[in-house]
């Protein structure tokens, strides 16, 4: 039972076109993320919802809209794809923890969605 | 605002040998830091954290951290290395009351029998 999936795993697609990744999690998370992991591996976060509301937003192109129809799931839809668009996504989820103890004090990561923009 | 720096993009021991991975970071607030690990192919997992509390913190897999403040450094190490360490691994840090994490670049761990 995987506790975050997203799928595709790989997805390989002409510039231009719009595509749309799926991640859900079964862990009972309220918060839900997605980060852009470049060809260096440097991980960077895009969005972050909680409780179905948009809590990150960094500075990602409009092209990018991601969607939560509920807590356990948060997808990513990509318009007009661009060649930089190409990378891996990982969806993540963990509770939000305010407080001392803080937020993402564990972050549980899909396995990833190797995208290729050609 | 926050970062995390770590020094060498790859490191390479022999099995058996210690694991030394470096992290520094830079907070005007009292941070709480992570390190994840990344296996081939794979999402990240969290290897251990530092919040509050005993500085010298242990996580999975015999890995541990110490938080140094006067350094500014939180370096992952391991006594012995195994083959199944080889991954990619990230430091990060969150600030208190937050929702986000600044990952480092990743140090690639090969492991040489």
């Not at chain 1, 591996?41 to 895009?46: A, G, P, Q, Y």
């Not at chain 1, 060649?83 to 001392?100: E, K, M, N, P, T």
């Not at chain 2, 919040?51 to 190490?77: D, R, W, Y």
């Amino acid at each position: 039972d995987t506790a975050v999936s997203q799928t595709p795993k790989y997805l390989v697609t002409q510039m231009g076109n719009d595509k749309s990744i799926k991640c859900e999690q079964n862990l009972g998370h309220d918060t839900m993320y997605w980060y852009k992991q470049d060809s260096k591996k440097f991980l960077k976060i895009m969005f972050s919802y909680n409780n179905k509301e948009l809590i990150i937003n960094e500075t990602v192109p409009n092209r990018f809209s991601p969607k939560s129809p509920d807590k356990a799931h948060l997808n990513l839809h990509i318009n007009s794809l661009e060649l930089g668009d190409s990378a891996v996504y990982f969806c993540a989820s963990s509770h939000y923890l305010g407080g001392v103890e803080g937020a993402n004090e564990k972050l549980f990561f899909g396995s990833g969605t190797q995208l290729s923009v050609l | 605002a926050q970062s995390v720096t770590q020094l060498g993009s790859h490191v390479s021991v022999s099995e058996g040998a210690l694991v030394l991975l470096r992290c520094n970071y830079s907070s005007s607030v009292p941070p709480y830091l992570f390190w994840y690990v990344q296996y081939p192919n794979q999402g990240l997992q969290l290897l251990l954290k530092y919040t509050t509390g005993a500085t010298l913190v242990k996580g999975i897999n015999g890995f541990e951290a110490e938080f140094k403040k006067s350094e500014t450094s939180f370096h992952l190490t391991k006594p012995s290395a195994h083959m199944s360490d080889a991954a990619e691994y990230f430091c990060a840090v969150t600030v208190y009351n937050t929702d986000k994490l600044i990952f480092g670049t990743g140090t690639r761990l090969q492991v040489f029998p």
